[in-house]
């Protein structure tokens, strides 16, 4: 069984690294024939840059390794708005279209817990997807920059 453990560093890694160290580049190295590794890797925001051929001796497995190049920019980083952002927005956005101040009240006690339990968010390089699935509505927000647009809704 596999255990997946860099998921769990992205949002740590990206916020240590750009907003707290000021770096600029984040560099993940990982065997070319370590796919899982890689597709983790992908999901979580990094570009593929290439590989690197042959360029170090794997001794348990007796042989030259190639390594495959990700990275990613602190301009990248912050692209994707943040499913805190996504919830912010949509919550202001459910108060702006109430019709009462009972209305908005109830929008601001309500939404908030039902939208983060509902929604699912995929980063990819330049943007993030927002997936609400509730009953019978199935509804798709893509959001970058902080702005979200409604791509698809059932």
Known sequence: MAINCFSPLKLPLGQECFKNLGLNRIEIHCDVLNER???EIKACGYFHEG???ENMYDNYHNRMRTTMLFSKLSSEYNLNSTKDDFFDWAQNQAVKNSESAFGAAIQNLFVSPV???VTVRKDYLLFSIYHIDIVESDVVYMGVFKQFI???EN
């Open 37 to 39: 590794s890689a597709n």
């Open 115 to 117: 939208l983060k339990s």
């Open 51 to 53: 590989n690197l051929r």
């Open 150 to 152: 409604k791509i698809k």
